[in-house]
């Protein structure tokens, strides 16, 4: 019976889990292919067939490290790799760049410089919106700050006419009252004529008490523009004639000024100070006709300095003993002036030819 349980459980140890399964009915049977011999029970199963001794065992993990390599450049046809972009015109930058952007600029790969173009424009955009909507504003203002001037100045004259009006009619209505007890008779008299006439009284004195006002209020406002306008002015002046800025030259060139327009253009110093204030001078001012016209040579002298700078001529001898003519001590002293002149180019130059035309 031993001989039997062992035949049996190595039986059973040669199975294989398909078979087992299959005698527990729990699946088919595998059906052995006709060229597979049967095996007997007792025969231990053969062992694991291991690789051919001819065979490498490496090769196979070369084989398959060579299937996991990318496959070169000699697996993939070649395509053409040119990038498009090399094909565009190149991306030309804003022209107010300097020429370090410029440079910077153009060493970019052509996306950052399309990025940076495109910022720039959304900028330069934004810029202008708001240059436009800043400037619509000034304008809107300016416009309703010259209507509310335009209506001050209606009121202001309506005001003044409606005051002249009253004023008459108090002079006319009631030109025998002259003193007060012209008035106290009045009231005594005729009461309804005296309340007439004081109605008529406090309605003139309101009407010129709010004239005056207003003309107070015009004069500040004129002194204000002034002020605006002389500083606008000397920025204007300091800009284009730079020396009046410098505290040393300055104090010089005013006295010089002042005393050219008071000697040689008969301008009083009164007037001048009058003009400083704000006083305008008619531009049908024959002395401004005289500045204007005095720049003017001096102007075309030196256009002529810049052409050509001839040499100054010799003084002419004069013979010994024999005293110059009037006119020809005049004459003289234009010649030396216009040519001094048209050698230097200078200021003083030309003031100094100017006092020599006016020398009689």
């Known amino acids: 019976m031993a001989d039997a349980l062992s035949t049996g459980l190595s039986s059973v140890e040669t199975l294989s889990v398909s078979d087992a399964a299959g005698l527990m009915g729990l699946t088919e049977p595998r059906k052995r292919p006709e060229s597979e011999p049967e095996q007997e029970p007792n025969q231990p199963p053969p062992e694991d067939i291991g690789p051919a001794e001819d065979d490498d065992p ?3 993990d070369d084989a398959a490290a060579d299937n996991d390599q990318p496959p070169g450049d000699d697996d993939i046809e070649t395509e053409d790799e040119s990038d ?8 030309e930058p804003p ?14 790969p052509r996306a950052h410089q399309e990025a940076l173009l495109d910022r720039d ?3 330069e955009k934004d810029i202008r919106t708001r240059q436009d909507g800043a400037a619509a504003h000034t304008k809107a203002a300016q416009a309703a700050e010259q209507a509310a001037t335009q209506a001050r100045d209606q009121y202001a004259a309506g005001i003044e006419q ?12 009631f030109s025998d009252i002259k003193t007060w007890d012209d008035v106290a008779n009045m009231q005594d008299d005729d009461p309804i004529r005296h309340g007439r006439w004081q109605v008529a009284v406090q309605r003139t004195q309101a009407l010129q008490q709010e004239n005056q006002r207003l003309q107070a209020e015009n004069q500040q406002q004129a002194r204000y523009n002034f002020q605006q306008y002389v500083q606008a002015e000397t920025q204007k002046l300091l800009e284009l004639a730079p020396e009046f800025a410098d505290p040393k030259r300055a104090p010089q060139l005013q006295g010089e000024v002042r005393a050219m327009l008071t000697e040689d253009y008969g301008i009083p110093a009164q007037e001048l100070a009058e003009l400083d204030r704000g006083r305008p001078l008619s531009i049908h001012d024959h002395r401004l006709a005289l500045i204007v016209r005095d720049a ?3 102007r075309k002298a030196k256009s002529r300095v810049a052409t050509k700078t001839p040499k100054p001529a010799p003084p002419s001898p004069q013979k010994p003993g024999t005293p110059p003519v009037k006119g020809e001590v005049r004459t003289r002293a234009l010649d030396q002036a216009d040519k001094e002149l048209t050698r230097t180019g200078g200021r003083d130059a030309a003031l100094a030819l100017m006092r020599a035309k006016r020398t009689r």
């Open 84 to 91: 498009p972009a090399d094909d565009l015109p190149p991306v």
């Open 121 to 123: 424009r959304a900028r």
């Open 95 to 108: 022209r107010s760049w300097t020429k370090a952007e410029k440079e910077a600029f153009a060493a970019l």
């Open 296 to 298: 003017l040579e001096y």
């Open 162 to 173: 409606l005051a002249a009006q009253a004023t008459s009619f108090v002079n006319g209505e």
């Open 58 to 60: 490496d090769e196979g």
